[in-house]
């Protein structure tokens, strides 16, 4: 059974850093697509970011981009979110998700993933 376990979140300022982790485990990811959702309170969730397991490419969404990075560790079968430069408006629950290749509808959308972790609190302070 997939397992995805988040960890890394928490209460910082703005302009600083966090970094979020996924362990995943229960299957070889070789073929998946991992990613981020975030879901703030009273929004609905959105897309963060995407790696793709076998080749390391990446996307991410342009609210996040050149401030976030998404990297993958095949032998400890974890990924990461550096978040870096974070405002207020990146609060909210982190989700790790996993889809298998290819992903459908859209590598972007929360439909397309049947696993997902427990979410973790991100936390910006203004």
């Known amino acids: 059974q997939v397992q995805l376990v988040e960890s890394g979140g928490g209460l910082v300022q703005a302009g600083g850093s966090l970094r979020l982790s996924c362990a995943a485990s229960?299957?070889?990811?070789?073929?998946?697509?991992l990613a981020w959702f975030r879901q703030a309170p009273g929004k609905e969730r959105e897309f963060v970011s995407a790696?793709?397991?076998?080749?390391?490419?990446?996307l991410y969404a342009d609210s996040v981009k050149g401030r976030f990075t998404i990297s993958r560790d095949n032998a400890k079968n974890t990924i990461w979110l550096q978040m870096n430069s974070l405002k207020p408006e990146d609060t909210a629950v982190y989700y790790c998700?996993?889809?298998?290749?290819?992903?459908?509808?859209?590598?972007?959308?929360?439909?397309?993933?049947?696993?997902w972790g427990q979410g973790t609190q991100v936390t910006v302070s203004s």
């Open positions: 229960g299957r070889t990811f070789s073929n998946y697509a």
């Open positions: 998700a996993a889809a298998g290749i290819p992903v459908r509808p859209t590598i972007t959308s929360g439909r397309s993933y049947n696993f």
């Open positions: 790696i793709i397991w076998s080749t390391g490419g990446t």
